[in-house]
């Protein structure tokens, strides 16, 4: 592979982000915001945390991504039973060569779907976010480098709760955003019909870049501008979740760095030259829902991390000094 340090312009990204949704598009029909969203977090080397039902595209999301990005895919079902081996991979001995061997987990991709990675244990849960944070493996003191881009999709079903681990808060921090597909429209459901009567549309999904053109991709995204007013804003924002009244924890540090990298990929993804207040607000949701925990009292009052943060969003003013 060769060696390219010099990053794209982010005219350039633009027009190749908004080539890789309509691809994805082809598959996903009428989730453009949901496509943006993930894009905009391998963008910034992050993971996603999807929370839908059964049956609404999520698997469909995370092979449409790596057929366009022309990455390896690799899916994990977890399940109870689920040993850390399985995802990260083993060492055997080699009786002929007299020495161990080791054979790669299924982690060893770009693209790893961890689907319903709450009906794992703890141990199984921490081995994948082990990966996750270090982009490594470690297995009988010999380290293993994962591939880059390295991007997990993990999913878990909101509704069904029985025989599940729920994820810490601790784990939760390390997924840059959570969001969810949703039902499609009417429309959109006829179109997929039809579609998949033809035929799966992933099968005629082509490559739009690869593995190296999209790490460049992801170093632009340092260069994108964000104004002192955006940052105050933003700022304040994570301020605002530390003192609210029915907030138990606010956003860490670790949320602010996010939301400012994810801002800068939402620009570029947008078309636009610098960090608007308005990218920060779209992602807040997505960003910092899951990393802010609502106090009992106020959950049993009927307070919900969404109405937190939307009176949050309409009392901070954006021209914040």
């Known amino acids: 592979?060769?060696?390219?340090?010099?990053?794209?312009?982010?005219?350039?990204?633009?027009?190749?982000?908004?080539?890789?949704?309509?691809?994805?598009?082809?598959?996903?029909?009428?989730?453009?915001?949901?496509?943006?969203?993930?894009?905009?977090?391998?963008?910034c080397g992050g993971h996603i945390l999807l929370e839908d039902v059964p049956g609404v595209g999520k698997t469909m999301l995370a092979k449409s991504i790596a057929v366009s990005l022309g990455c390896v895919y690799k899916r994990l079902q977890f399940t109870p039973d689920l040993l850390p081996s399985d995802i990260t991979g083993v060492s055997i001995f080699n009786q002929q060569a007299g020495e161990f061997r080791f054979l790669d987990g299924p982690v060893f991709a770009n693209v790893v779907l961890a689907d319903e990675i709450n009906r794992a244990s703890p141990k199984t849960q921490a081995a994948l976010l082990e990966c996750m944070e270090e982009r490594q493996v470690t297995i009988d003191g010999q380290t293993h480098i994962l591939p880059r881009p390295f991007f997990v999709l993990a999913t878990q079903n909101p509704i069904e709760f029985e025989g599940t681990y729920p994820l810490p808060e601790s784990q939760l921090d390390r997924f840059l955003l959570r969001q969810s597909i949703g039902y499609p429209n009417r429309e959109q459901e006829r179109q997929i019909v039809l579609r998949q009567n033809q035929g799966n549309p992933l099968e005629s999904l082509q490559p739009v870049t690869d593995a190296e053109q999209f790490i460049l991709m992801q170093q632009s995204i340092q260069a994108v501008h964000v104004s002192d007013t955006a940052l105050d804003y933003l700022l304040h924002v994570i301020e605002a979740t530390r003192t609210h009244r029915d907030l138990y924890l606010g956003a860490s540090p670790r949320g602010s760095m996010v939301l400012y990298r994810a801002a800068q990929a939402l620009a570029v993804v947008n078309g636009d030259e610098f960090v608007l207040p308005d990218h920060i607000k779209r992602l807040i949701p997505l960003v910092l829902g899951h990393r802010i925990i609502v106090k009992p009292e106020a959950r049993i009052s009927g307070a919900t991390i969404e109405n937190i943060l939307a009176e949050i969003l309409d009392t901070v003013p954006v021209d914040v000094a």
């Open 1 to 43: 592979m060769s060696q390219t340090t010099s990053p794209l312009p982010s005219s350039a990204v633009t027009e190749q982000i908004r080539k890789i949704a309509d691809n994805i598009e082809r598959v996903i029909v009428g989730k453009r915001q949901v496509i943006e969203h993930t894009l905009v977090g391998l963008l």
